[in-house]
C-alpha cells in the first residue's frame, strides 16, 4: 500500500477536504496556494492514463466537485487542474486556487499552522458537502 492510499484509508493523517467510495481529497502538506488539494483514486495507479476510460471520467467529475468546492470557499477567477508528480507511484491531481498563472508556481510554497491547515480543509470539506 502506498503512502496516499494510506492516507485514504485514514492510517496516515491528512487535511481531509472531500470523499467518496471511490475516491479522496486533501491538502496538499506543502502547498503552493491557500486550498492547495490533492485529489487522489482510492484505488491504486500509479498513471493518471492507465485509468480506464470509465474510472478516468468519473475521477475528472469528483475533481471538477472538489474544484468548485474550492472556489466556493476561496474565491479566486479559476481553479487550476495540475497532473504532476513522480514521487508518489499513485495518480493525484493538483487543485489549485488562482487569480494568474504566477499563483500556480511548484518552486514557491506557502506556510500554514495546522489550525490554519484545518480551518481551510474544513472550509473546502463544508463546501464541498452542499454540492
Known amino acids: 500500500m502506498d503512502i496516499f492510499s494510506k492516507i485514504a484509508a485514514g492510517e496516515i493523517p491528512s487535511y ?12 496538499d502538506i506543502n502547498p503552493v496556494a491557500k486550498g492547495h488539494t490533492l485529489v487522489i483514486p482510492r484505488k491504486e495507479v500509479d498513471y493518471i492514463f492507465d485509468m480506464s476510460d470509465e474510472d478516468l471520467a468519473a475521477f475528472e467529475l469528483f475533481a471538477k466537485k472538489v474544484a468548485k468546492a474550492l472556489k466556493t470557499a ?3 477567477k479559476k481553479v487550476a487542474q495540475v497532473v504532476l508528480g513522480l514521487d508518489v507511484p499513485h495518480a493525484h491531481i493538483h ?9 500556480v508556481d511548484f518552486k514557491k510554497h506557502v506556510k500554514f ?18 454540492e
Open 16 to 27: 481531509k477536504c472531500a470523499e467518496d467510495d471511490n475516491f479522496y481529497a486533501f491538502l
Open 113 to 130: 499552522t495546522d489550525d490554519e491547515m484545518k480551518s481551510i480543509a474544513d472550509k473546502i470539506f463544508a463546501a464541498f458537502s452542499k
Open 74 to 76: 476561496f474565491p479566486c
Open 95 to 103: 487543485l489549485i486556487p488562482m487569480n494568474s498563472e504566477a499563483d
